[in-house]
T-cell receptor
Framework: KNEVEQSPQNLTAQEGEFITINCSYS?????LHWLQQHPGGGIVSLFM???GKKKHGRLIATINIQEKHSSLHITASHPRDSAVYIC??????????FGKGTHLIIQP | KAGVTQTPRYLIKTRGQQVTLSCSPI?????VSWYQQTPGQGLQFLFE???????NKGNFPGRFSGRQFSNSRSEMNVSTLELGDSALYLC?????????????FGPGTRLTVL
C-alpha cells in the first residue's frame, strides 16, 4: 500500500509570496495528481503528472520519479489561492491514495 | 459540457438506516469513482466502476456497495448506517479508468448520521 506524505500541513503566507508544497510517496506509481479543495468541499483537479513538469498559469507541478517526490509551486500567490491542496497517487488499476492535504492561507 | 452532478447534496439519517447516493458523470465519461472524506481519515477510495463493472474496491466493509448503469450513472449504497459513516461522499468521473487519467469531481453529498 502506498503511503503519501505531504508537507507542510499548514502554511500561511503573504500575498505575492512564492509557495511550495511537497508530496512524497513510498511505492512506484503510474501517475500523481494535485487537487485543490475550497471550503464547502468542491475539488478541482489541478495537474496529473507521470514525469517531468507541468505549468498552468501561476501553478507549476514537478515530479521526480526516482526520488518518489513531487512539488506544487504557486508563483505570485493571491488570497484566492487559499484552499486545501491534496496530493494523490495511482498505480495501474488501483484506486487513488491521498495525502492528508496542505491547508494554505494567503493573507492580503 | 455539464459537470459531474451528485444528489442529494445533504442528507441526514439515523443509525441502522440505509442510504443511496447518486452520481451522474460528465457526458461520455465511462469511469466513476467514489470517495469518502472525513476530518480524521481524509480522502479514502471506496470503489471504481468502468462500463458497469467494478474495477477495484478500497478497504471498506461490505455495507458499502455500488453499481453503475448503462448510461454511466452510478449509485452507492450504505446499509446499516453507523455514526462513523458521517462524511462527505465525493464521486469523480473520467473518460478512462482511474489512476492514469484526470478526474473530474462532483460537489459531494454530505451525509450526517445521528
Amino acid at each position: 500500500k502506498n503511503e503519501v506524505e505531504q508537507s507542510p500541513q499548514n502554511l500561511t503566507a503573504q500575498e505575492g509570496e512564492f509557495i511550495t508544497i511537497n508530496c512524497s510517496y513510498s511505492v512506484g506509481i503510474s501517475a500523481l495528481h494535485w487537487l485543490q479543495q475550497h471550503p464547502g468541499g468542491g475539488i478541482v483537479s489541478l495537474f496529473m503528472l507521470s514525469s517531468g513538469k507541468k505549468k498552468h498559469g501561476r501553478l507549476i507541478a514537478t515530479i521526480n520519479i526516482q526520488e518518489k517526490h513531487s512539488s506544487l509551486h504557486i508563483t505570485a500567490s493571491h488570497p484566492r489561492d487559499s484552499a486545501v491542496y491534496i496530493c494523490a497517487v495511482g498505480l495501474g488499476a488501483d484506486g487513488l491514495t491521498f495525502g492528508k492535504g496542505t491547508h494554505l492561507i494567503i493573507q492580503p | 459540457k455539464a459537470g459531474v452532478t451528485q444528489t442529494p447534496r445533504y442528507l441526514i439519517k439515523t443509525r441502522g438506516q440505509q442510504v443511496t447516493l447518486s452520481c451522474s458523470p460528465i457526458s461520455g465519461h465511462r469511469s466513476v469513482s467514489w470517495y469518502q472524506q472525513t476530518p480524521g481519515q481524509g480522502l479514502q477510495f471506496l470503489f471504481e466502476y468502468f462500463s458497469e463493472t467494478q474495477r477495484n474496491k478500497g478497504n471498506f466493509p461490505g455495507r458499502f456497495s455500488g453499481r453503475q448503469f448503462s448510461n454511466s450513472r452510478s449509485e452507492m449504497n450504505v446499509s446499516t448506517l453507523e455514526l462513523g459513516d458521517s462524511a462527505l461522499y465525493l464521486c469523480a468521473s473520467s473518460s478512462l479508468p482511474t489512476g492514469t487519467n484526470e478526474q473530474f469531481f462532483g460537489p459531494g453529498t454530505r451525509l450526517t448520521v445521528l
